[in-house]
């Protein structure tokens, strides 16, 4: 899967961008940026200066660089959820649910500033006014955790599931990531440790 | 446990520092002021001005921010070993080690900034010239897993039995840490989600 899917980038005639288009433009070319360096890093400026538009038409979509964050952790989110349905696609029940969870490892490694980014974003649990907690990285495994724990299973058990689930594959994320993790193969160490029968489903 | 067992505060007649006891204070209360803000805000200013010396006595223990920084992670370790060592005491094979597990996450609870510390002054195991690897957060857990998992499992069967373990224990802390759990008791929490059947120990 590329890194520009369902990002547009379009060029009208005299170098200039449709309002849509730039927007679109600023996060792909800011998500671009993100990973050559981090979050503290990236700057409105740079971003202008990388696609070739002022930085006052910049601030017509994101008025500062929290704004411009909040969009490219949104934006992440939705790319760690594509991934992880595209692996789980065709696959069933405990298989599907394990695919899911070493394409949130994969989509860590591959996109590490992002993932920092939206850990960095996402609203707390504890908020109460926090309408997109749905959307959240968690969100995906949740679903799918209550149908594999069956009929029987408690709410308490599948929330420990859920937990353990999630725990594992961001404990792992984040192992690589500070670089604890040394002389394997990325892909191969995720598809051991990730294993369907490591799954302790209730 | 203290927080500031193994710790040394005493101040000599003169309102002034021992050596060795200056350095441990300064330890001390780096702690204290690590944890009531961040590793970015403190400052060595701040910790004389907190045990009342001057900042000069401070630079011929801790010539800059990240010798001290370092001295802290070296401290916090040592404390997370400690600490796990107590729970494990006195319980045998899974049972002691999820008791470490569970001691890892309780640890990142309470010590917040200590624990991200840790982890951003851990050398990378790819690092050849690393000697303190085995004084790592994980060594512990690899220590027992060995015995566990049994005399037939592989090395490579091992090694995924510890990615697992320590995955699970530091998901868990960094997802509680950045406040994607809500509502629960930590301590019951943990006890859930880190439970001894949940372990695949091959």
Same mark, same amino acid.
């Given at each position: 899967?590329?890194?520009?899917?369902? %990002?547009?980038?379009?060029?009208?005639?005299?170098?200039?961008?449709?309002?849509?288009?730039?927007?679109?433009?600023?996060?792909?070319?800011?998500?671009?940026?993100?990973?050559?360096?981090? =979050?503290? %890093?990236?700057?409105?400026?740079?971003?202008?200066?990388?696609?070739?538009?002022?930085?006052?038409?910049?601030?017509?979509?994101?008025?500062?660089?929290?704004?411009?964050?909040?969009?490219?952790?949104?934006?992440?989110?939705?790319?760690?959820?594509?991934?992880?349905?595209?692996?789980?696609?065709?696959?069933?029940?405990?298989? =599907?649910?394990?695919?899911?969870?070493?394409?949130?490892?994969?989509?860590?490694?591959?996109?590490? =500033?992002?993932?920092?980014?939206?850990?960095?974003?996402?609203?707390?649990?504890? +908020?109460?006014?926090?309408?997109?907690?749905?959307?959240?990285?968690?969100?995906?495994?949740?679903?799918?955790?209550?149908?594999?724990?069956?009929?029987?299973? %408690?709410?308490?058990?599948?929330? =420990?599931?859920?937990?353990?689930?999630?725990?594992?594959?961001?404990?792992?994320?984040?192992?690589?990531?500070?670089?604890?993790?040394?002389? %394997? +193969?990325?892909?191969?160490?995720?598809?051991?440790?990730?294993?369907? +029968?490591?799954?302790?489903?209730?």
């Amino acid at each position: 899967m590329s890194a520009n899917d369902n %990002t547009v980038n379009i060029r009208s005639n005299k170098g200039g961008y449709h309002h849509g288009d730039l927007r679109s433009a600023l996060i792909e070319t800011g998500l671009k940026l993100l990973e050559q360096g981090s =979050a503290e %890093t990236l700057s409105l400026r740079e971003i202008a200066r990388e696609i070739g538009v002022s930085a006052t038409s910049i601030y017509r979509h994101f008025p500062d660089k929290d704004a411009l964050l909040a969009a490219l952790a949104a934006e992440g989110m939705a790319k760690l959820a594509r991934e992880q349905k595209a692996a789980a696609k065709g696959k069933d029940g405990k298989e =599907a649910f394990a695919e899911m969870g070493r394409a949130y490892v994969r989509f860590a490694v591959r996109n590490p =500033a992002l993932f920092r980014l939206i850990y960095t974003s996402l609203p707390s649990a504890a +908020d109460p006014n926090c309408v997109n907690q749905e959307e959240s990285p968690g969100w995906l495994l949740r679903q799918s955790i209550a149908g594999l724990a069956g009929e029987k299973a %408690t709410a308490a058990q599948k929330r =420990a599931a859920l937990l353990r689930a999630w725990s594992l594959v961001h404990g792992l994320s984040m192992l690589i990531l500070s670089g604890q993790i040394a002389g %394997t +193969d990325a892909d191969k160490l995720i598809d051991e440790v990730v294993s369907v +029968d490591s799954l302790k489903l209730r």
